[in-house]
C-alpha cells in the first residue's frame, strides 16, 4: 500500500502562484509513473501532469507551459509548481502513483487539495 498526502493547495488570485506537494508514505522509487489530476465541479477528474521513472513528463494542453511537475526521490515526494494561474485550473487537485507488477496495474490515489483561482 502506497499513501499519498497532498499539501498546498489555496485561494490565489488570476496569474498567481502555487506549488503543491503530495508526500508518499513509502519510496516512489520504483513506481512506473506519479502524476497530478484534477476535478472541477460538476466535471469529470482530468489529467494534469505525469512523471515516469525514468523522468519522462507529460502535461495537459491547457496547462503546458504554465504548470511543472518535478519528483525528489530522496524525499519521496512530487510537486506541481502551477504558475500564470487561471479562473479554469480552479479544482481539486489529485495525486496519484502508479506501479505495474507482473501483469496488474496497481493505482493510488491521495485525498486531494483545493485549488481555487479567482478573477
Known amino acids: 500500500q502506497l499513501q499519498l498526502v497532498e499539501s498546498g493547495g489555496g485561494l490565489v488570485q488570476a496569474g498567481g502562484s502555487l506549488k503543491l506537494s503530495c508526500a508518499a508514505s513509502r519510496s516512489i522509487f520504483n513506481y512506473n509513473a506519479m502524476g497530478w489530476y484534477r476535478q472541477g465541479s460538476e466535471k469529470q477528474r482530468e489529467l494534469v501532469a505525469t512523471?515516469?521513472?525514468?523522468?519522462?513528463?507529460n502535461y495537459a494542453d491547457s496547462v503546458k507551459g504554465r504548470l511543472t511537475i518535478a519528483i525528489a526521490n530522496a524525499n519521496n515526494t512530487v510537486y506541481l509548481q502551477m504558475n500564470s494561474l487561471r479562473p479554469e485550473d480552479t479544482a481539486v487537485y489529485y495525486c496519484?502513483?502508479?506501479?505495474?507488477?507482473?501483469?496488474?496495474?496497481?493505482?493510488?490515489w491521495g485525498q486531494g487539495t483545493q485549488v481555487t483561482v479567482s478573477s
Open positions: 512523471i515516469s521513472s525514468s523522468g519522462a513528463t
Open positions: 496519484k502513483g502508479s506501479i505495474v507488477l507482473g501483469n496488474r496495474v496497481y493505482d493510488y
